[in-house]
T-cell receptor, first 113, second 110 residues
Framework: DVKVTQSSRYLVKRTGEKVFLECVQD?????MFWYRQDPGLGLRLIYFSYDVKMKEKGDIPEGYSVSREKKERFSLILESASTNQTSMYLC????????????FGDGTRLSIL | ELKVEQNPLFLSMQEGKNYTIYCNYSTTSDRLYWYRQDPGKSLESLFV?????AVKQEGRLMASLDTKARLSTLHITAAVHDLSATYFC??????????FGQGTRLTINP
């Protein structure tokens, strides 16, 4: 079974802090993704990576950056957290080929005070 | 820009009834996914639809895809309480990305 593990289920940080969200997958997937989920908006893609050290902006990259130094690990960084970044953050991974679905982690509920 | 719209966004129904969730999308794609999310949980893949006319069934759920109409449906037959969840459709954009609908929160009452 595919396992996508996010480092924290709940996180509370203060405005202006630098925040790191970590995601690890164990299925040797090439692709990894970070989404945020807000009520009524579905999931919106922040960044994705299709290979080590490669990244592409998604639909809402402002205020975020990412790092992928190893194939299994994809980090989301909030450079200077703001209250409008309070949300549920979901990590996902998938193979590059084969038309298989993305597999999701359990999510991190992040509150910025 | 690809837009994906689901309707209804909220659905409350009685056990034993049938209903359909609709997923419309704005630009051509040949790949569509349905996911289920229980409260406080992650997204679970339900169906992958890969071609026009594709139909997949699992228990009381059946999904179909009409790429010409840019429409997918998720049909629920004789609903049971265990199917209460939020359902998302997601459309493939390019080689890697998915664009998600807003989600349909389904509540099934005894």
């Amino acid at each position: 079974d595919v396992k996508v593990t996010q480092s924290s289920r709940y996180l509370v940080k203060r405005t202006g802090e630098k925040v790191f969200l970590e995601c690890v997958q164990d299925m040797d997937h090439e692709n990894m993704f970070w989404y945020r989920q807000d009520p009524g908006l579905g999931l919106r893609l922040i960044y994705f990576s299709y290979d080590v050290k490669m990244k592409e902006k998604g639909d809402i990259p402002e205020g975020y950056s990412v790092s992928r130094e190893k194939k299994e690990r994809f980090s989301l960084i909030l450079e200077s957290a703001s209250t409008n970044q309070t949300s549920m953050y979901l990590c996902a991974s998938s193979f590059a080929w084969g038309r298989k679905p993305q597999h999701f982690g359990d999510g991190t509920r992040l509150s910025i005070l | 820009e690809l837009k994906v719209e689901q309707n209804p966004l909220f659905l409350s129904m009685q056990e034993g009834k049938n209903y359909t969730i609709y997923c419309n999308y704005s630009t051509t794609s040949d790949r569509l996914y349905w996911y289920r999310q229980d409260p406080g949980k992650s997204l679970e893949s339900l169906f992958v639809l890969l071609s026009n006319g594709a139909v997949k069934q699992e228990g009381r759920l059946m999904a179909s895809l009409d790429t010409k109409a840019r429409l997918s449906t998720l049909h629920i037959t004789a609903a049971v309480h265990d199917l209460s969840a939020t359902y998302f459709c997601a459309v493939q954009q390019g080689a890697q990305k998915l664009v998600f609908g807003q989600g349909t929160r389904l509540t099934i009452n005894p």
